[in-house]
């Protein structure tokens, strides 16, 4: 998962424009990567996958991209909108082998109107 | 809303009380989880249950205990527990182990 402080990284991003949120992950065997969305007071929501023989995949506004050559993963919001303020985090899963999973701690968006 | 629900949604208990998270998912699914989510950490996978069975305890303390009775409800005992514990505690589901995961509201605890 991400390697962050002890505070939560914020984006700030204008109403409209695109937001990419970063995540660098940790383990270069991972095959399966989420991105999840957490709204103040719920839990998180699955957001998109991807598994590791793709490096694009994409959803509804949103398109995740894997680079495994430097282990990262990004998260990039088309059109970003008030209702996508929340915090964001990555997590990753390596299924073939202790199958454990690993959540970042997350990037907080912030929309500027 | 999602397929998840969780009760309490706040508890607040002393050291040495003994209470129950509940979790309940009606969303057909085979795998359960119970998750620790502390300020300034990462989300902290504790336990893992597929098909009722649990294949993950991932370095919890004993004074945390799981039960899944069936696939569509989980529980987790508290006793004993320590202020460090005060966190929030989201249970989650999903039709395959660790793929596309459902979570409830979460249940904020508090250890006076």
Redesign the interface.
């Known amino acids: 998962?991400?390697n962050v402080g002890?505070?939560?990284p914020t984006l700030s991003v204008q109403e409209g424009d695109n937001s990419i949120i970063n995540c660098a992950y940790s383990n270069s065997a991972s095959d399966?990567f989420?991105w999840?969305k957490q709204e103040s007071?719920?839990?998180?929501?699955?957001i998109i996958?991807i598994r590791s023989n793709m490096d694009k995949r994409q959803g509804q506004r949103v398109t995740v991209l894997l680079n495994k050559t430097v282990k990262h993963l990004s998260l990039q919001i088309a059109a970003t909108q008030p209702g996508d303020s929340a915090v964001y985090?990555c997590?990753e899963?390596h299924?073939g082998g202790d199958?454990?999973?690993?959540?970042?701690?997350?990037t907080r968006l912030h929309i500027l109107p | 809303e999602t397929g998840v629900t969780q009760t309490p949604r706040h508890l607040v208990m002393g050291m040495t009380n003994k209470k129950s998270l509940k979790c309940e998912q009606h969303l057909g699914h085979n795998a359960m989880y119970w998750y620790k989510q502390s300020a300034k950490k990462p989300l902290e996978l504790m336990f893992v249950y597929n098909f009722k069975e649990q294949t993950e305890n991932n370095s919890v303390p004993s004074r945390f205990s799981p039960e899944c009775p069936n696939s569509s409800h989980l529980f987790l005992h508290l006793h004993t527990l320590q202020p460090e514990d005060s966190a929030l505690y989201l249970c989650a589901s999903s039709q395959v182990t660790y793929n596309e995961q459902f979570f409830g509201p979460g249940t904020r605890l508090t250890v006076l």
Do not use: M, R, V
């Open positions: 998962g991400e002890l505070h939560l399966y989420i999840y007071g719920k839990g998180p929501q699955f996958d985090f997590a899963n299924s199958d454990k999973i690993i959540f970042g701690k997350g």
